[in-house]
């Protein structure tokens, strides 16, 4: 089990406990190989034809930050490209590019 799945786990067991519910929704905030691994897909996307928000959308399932809240019934994504541009570097084959330096995430309960 990894340490953000064990987070996870855990918050939403002491937040149940607490308040007799799981949260409807777990906001965050991608920093690090997440928001490389994100910009990665979601230019990908783009270059296939993929609308920016589906791109969005997709992009977020493939990052470890999206399988893991999946994993415990948060799959409805809100993704928000914010901020002043930054210099990013997404390795080969994309390089360093200039993009929103934040990408914000709401994860809404699917299981509902």
């Not at 994993?71 to 928000?80: K, R």
């Not at 901020?83 to 360093?96: A, H, K, N, S």
Request: hydrophobic share 35%; no cysteine; glycine share 10%.
């Amino acid at each position: 089990m990894s340490l953000t799945d064990l987070t996870l786990k855990e918050g939403l067991s002491l937040f149940e406990r607490r308040f007799g519910h799981k949260p409807d929704v777990l906001p965050g905030h991608l920093v690090h190989e997440n928001r490389r691994h994100f910009y990665q897909r979601y230019l990908e996307l783009l270059s296939e034809g993929i609308d920016e928000p589906a791109a969005r959308n997709q992009a977020i399932r493939a990052t470890a930050f999206g399988t893991h809240r999946m994993a415990h019934g948060y799959g409805d994504f809100q993704v928000e490209l914010t901020g002043p541009p930054q210099m990013i570097d997404l390795g080969p084959p994309y390089g360093l590019r200039e993009l929103p330096g934040s990408v914000d995430v709401v994860a809404r309960r699917s299981d509902k």
